[in-house]
């Protein structure tokens, strides 16, 4: 049991330098992951603020050249509508007129995919079809 998993062989003293990740140090790989990505404070405050209601827009438009920070604000800003939606629909009269119209929405959906299977068509419902597609039943 000679051999162990922490090299023991080097006679070196560490140097305390913190070699970089994901690259060649000829290469400069890792300068280059920092300038692109979230090594950077700004991708890093631009990714938290995505997800602060009203403040997802400013890296969804400021920061184009960084995907991380866009990925993060094209998120918040769908989180961002649904907390709009949901605050929309806490109000008696409005969330019972969305109600009503997705009721009669699906009905008029449901009413189209019997008249289409009924003719032997394969017609993809609005929406519908887009959902049904991404499902893995």
């Known amino acids: 049991m000679t051999e162990s998993f922490f090299n023991n062989s080097s006679k070196e003293k560490p140097s305390g330098s913190v070699p970089p ?3 060649d140090e000829k290469q ?5 992951q920092a300038q692109e990505g979230f090594a950077t404070e700004e991708g890093r405050l631009a990714a938290m603020m995505s997800y602060i209601p009203f403040l997802c827009f400013i890296p969804l ?3 184009k050249e960084n995907k991380e920070a866009r990925f993060h604000a094209r998120q918040g800003l ?4 649904i907390e709009l939606a949901a605050v929309v629909l806490l109000i008696d009269r409005i969330s019972s007129f ?6 009669l929405v699906a009905a008029a959906f449901s009413v189209a995919g019997i ?7 394969n017609y993809r419902l609005p929406f519908v079809g887009d959902m049904a597609d991404r499902t893995k039943l």
């Not at 008249?115 to 068509?121: C, H, P, T």
């Open 115 to 121: 008249v289409f299977a009924l003719q032997g068509k």
């Open 61 to 63: 438009l400021n920061m």
């Open 78 to 81: 769908v989180l961002f509508l």
């Open 21 to 23: 990740l994901g690259g």
């Open 28 to 32: 400069g790989g890792g300068q280059q």
């Open 98 to 103: 969305v109600f009503t119209a997705v009721l």
